[in-house]
């Protein structure tokens, strides 16, 4: 079965304040997909990363994919109120398709 | 493009009837889906894979009987909660694959079983 730790389960910082969220495996995965859901609604897609060691760019939000394909990293700059929600990390290791979730990273973010 | 919508967004039954939820792709065609719940302050736990004109793919655990899921179009993916307990209530929601590895999610389906 493969895992996905994820990490911080909460974080709770004031607005401006930067931040880094990490998922780590020991399973190799062929992509990885990092969402947001707010309250009552389902996930949306923020970013797909497949290369190991890629860098994407979102606006504030960077997204890196480590070199062996187990890791990755979302770090918000100068975070905004906005930004509150659950992020996910989900890894892709081709069989069905199926993504392996993280535990999710629980972000408010204080005006 | 890739969305993917929900019906009901939020259900209400008495326990032992049954429930249907549909999934469907709006702009692209989606030879599998996927359906999720997810309980309060949780993350996603899969419980099935759809496939497009054949049975579905239980996760260990998920009553097989219990979720009745069809996936007879290229666009329509169905949950039916059969017998449903109060231990059903959960939040709902299905993926759809697009583009060979992403999965676009759905709004979620409150359902309350009281």
């Known amino acids: 079965t493969q895992l996905l730790e994820q990490s911080p389960q909460f974080l709770s910082i004031q607005e401006g304040e930067n931040l880094t969220v990490y998922c780590n495996s020991s399973s190799v995965f062929s992509s990885l997909q990092w969402y947001r859901q707010e309250p009552g609604e389902g996930p949306v897609l923020l970013v797909t990363v497949v290369t190991g060691g890629e860098v994407k760019k979102l606006k504030r939000l960077t997204f890196q994919f480590g070199d062996a394909r187990k890791d990755s990293s979302l770090h918000i700059t100068a975070a905004q109120p906005g930004d509150t929600g659950l992020y996910l990390c989900a890894g892709n290791n081709n069989a069905g398709n199926m993504l392996t979730f993280g535990g999710g990273t629980r972000l408010m973010v204080k005006p | 493009g890739a969305v993917v919508s929900q019906h009901p967004s939020r259900v209400i039954c008495k326990s032992g009837t049954s429930v249907k939820i549909e999934c469907r792709s709006l702009?692209?065609?989606?030879?599998?889906m996927f359906w999720y719940r997810q309980f309060p302050k949780q993350s996603l736990m899969l419980m099935a894979t759809?496939?497009?004109?054949?049975?579905?793919?239980?996760e260990q655990g998920v009553e097989k009987d219990k979720f009745l899921i069809n996936h007879a179009s290229l666009t329509l993916s169905t949950l039916t909660v059969t017998s449903a307990h109060p231990e059903d209530s959960s939040f709902y929601i299905c993926?759809?694959?697009?583009?060979?590895?992403?999965?676009?999610f759905g709004p979620g389906t409150r359902l309350t079983v009281t």
């Open positions: 993926s759809a694959l697009s583009g060979g590895y992403e999965q676009y």
């Open positions: 759809s496939n497009e004109g054949s049975k579905a793919t239980y």
């Open positions: 702009d692209f065609q989606a030879t599998t």
